[in-house]
């Protein structure tokens, strides 16, 4: 660990899952500071300014997910939920209140590292005076600057929805997108239904995945939304 390591922010109370979680990043490239209500997390992030926060949703003073709403009004940095709540409700109402990620408990060490580096990166490009990146997803490469979608190399026509569709999913690449989030950034929430969502992803399918019917890029998440698998 050294003074230019991203600070993570954990806010969990369980002794148990902190100590795992201390043991398991202090070992890589992270700072780790450690909160176990809202109100210390409150603190913490305002005055250590993390660069990622890992939110357990039952806390003792509070809601994990209002403390995300609360964050919202004021930070982007990126929030992955580790909570041992599964109900897709849980998960649609955590994310659609500003959470990157959701992960239930118990979970791997290796795919929460994965999401963590998505999550910073994402982070990274999203900073002020960030040129839109290139993304490159399997034979895919996105290119949002010129709004330009290959295949394998080869031209890929997108209707202009298509493209807003893709577009958003990979600017958060590796991460849950809600229906509610997609309806609100493509369609800006208005005249359009969940239903407007699934049949232009399934004409995307048909153009990006070499098996629409087992797509491997732009997958379900079951009762959720959609992931564009990195």
Not at 74 to 90: C, F, H, L, Q
Not at 92 to 112: C, M, R, S
Not at 160 to 176: K, T
């Amino acid at each position: 660990m050294s003074a230019g390591d991203p600070v993570v922010l954990l806010v969990e109370d369980e002794p148990q899952m902190r100590r795992f979680l201390r043991a398991s990043l202090s070992a890589r490239p992270f700072q780790l500071i450690e909160a176990t209500s809202v109100a210390e997390a409150t603190l913490l992030a305002t005055s250590h300014n993390p660069e990622l926060i890992l939110l357990d949703l039952g806390l003792p003073d509070g809601d994990g997910i209002e403390l995300t709403r609360t964050l919202r009004n004021w930070s982007r940095v990126p929030i992955i939920v580790i909570s041992a709540r599964g109900r897709e409700a849980d998960k649609v109402e955590a994310l659609d209140a500003g959470a990157d990620d959701y992960l239930t408990k118990p979970f791997g060490l290796a795919e929460l590292l994965a999401r963590m580096r998505v999550a910073l990166r994402h982070a990274r490009e999203a900073a002020p005076g960030a040129a839109e990146p290139v993304i490159t997803v399997g034979p895919l490469t996105i290119d949002l600057d010129r709004r330009e979608v290959t295949r394998g190399g080869a031209l890929v026509r997108l209707t202009p929805i298509e493209f807003r569709i893709l577009a958003f999913l990979a600017r958060h690449a590796g991460r849950i997108v809600t229906h509610g989030q997609m309806l609100k950034e493509v369609w800006g929430g208005v005249a359009a239904e969940p239903h407007h969502v699934r049949v232009h992803m399934a004409d995307l399918r048909k153009k990006l995945e070499d098996d629409p019917a087992r797509p491997k890029l732009l997958v379900t998440e079951l009762g959720v939304g959609y992931r564009l698998r990195e």
